[in-house]
């Protein structure tokens, strides 16, 4: 079928450039998600189940129905070096998508990890490698093979929209989608986030007081009634 909505595989965008994405590696997804008006961010059902290690990596997108994975073998046989296979199964937990020999066979084609709004299984296996996967929950019961499903399409992750080639990072607080086209912006101002409180950090290291007036001068913008705070009653 020359278009068969919900059942095809849409060709790949061009790709960020590498050396782009790797400066993403040192940048926490707080810097990343505040520089960008925290919207970009999936919810806290999504977490991390590998043993450790950061991920960072393109987006390759997957839209299944729930509980089957024919699309997602699909995408590790056409995934890249360095892409982040990225799953919208609805959110479903009744049956897995991915259990440990499937990660196995990410790692070694060079995937940089899985982001499943689903369900894994082989959680323990999964837990002893630092290969990265994020997913919403475990079970046991594994997945059907049938499709349909769609492979480089917009994607809903935990309320995160996430576009085919956006830059996935993820951490221990979470994970985040840096849209193409605004990378380079939002990585100069997360670096400039970071150098400020490094700054604040070290002042308090040293025992030196921060000039915190701005709490009380906000407090009055907003209308708040504003006694002698440190006087009792």
């Known amino acids: 079928m020359e278009n068969n909505i919900g059942f095809r595989i849409i060709p790949r965008s061009q790709r960020p450039d590498l050396q782009l994405i790797e400066q993403f590696r040192n940048v926490v997804t707080p810097h990343l998600s505040d520089n960008m ?18 991920l960072v990596g393109t987006a390759l997108t997957v839209k299944t129905r729930p509980g089957d994975n024919l699309m997602i073998h699909k995408a590790i046989e056409m995934a890249l070096p360095g892409e982040v296979i990225v799953v919208d199964g609805d959110g479903d937990l009744t049956n897995s998508l991915i259990g440990e020999i499937m990660t196995r066979l990410a790692e070694q084609k060079g995937v940089a990890g899985f982001v499943l709004n689903g369900a894994i299984r082989d959680s323990g296996a999964i837990a002893g490698r630092n290969f990265p996967v994020y997913a919403r929950g475990i079970t046991h019961r594994g997945p059907y093979k049938d499709g349909p499903g769609e492979i480089n399409v917009p994607v809903s992750i935990g309320g995160m929209i996430v576009n085919p080639g956006d830059i996935i990072v993820g951490d221990e607080d979470g994970l985040v989608a840096v849209p193409v086209q605004h990378a380079e912006l939002i990585l ?24 915190r007036d701005w709490i009380d001068e906000f407090l009055k913008q907003k209308g708040c009634q504003l006694n002698d705070t440190n006087a009792m009653n």
């Not at 008006?37 to 950061?54: D, E, V």
């Open 188 to 211: 100069g101002k997360a670096r400039q986030m970071q150098q400020i409180e490094d700054k604040i950090i070290a002042t308090l290291e040293q025992g030196e007081n921060i000039n």
């Open 37 to 54: 008006n925290r919207i970009f961010a999936s919810c806290s059902q999504l977490k991390p189940y590998h043993a450790g290690g950061r």
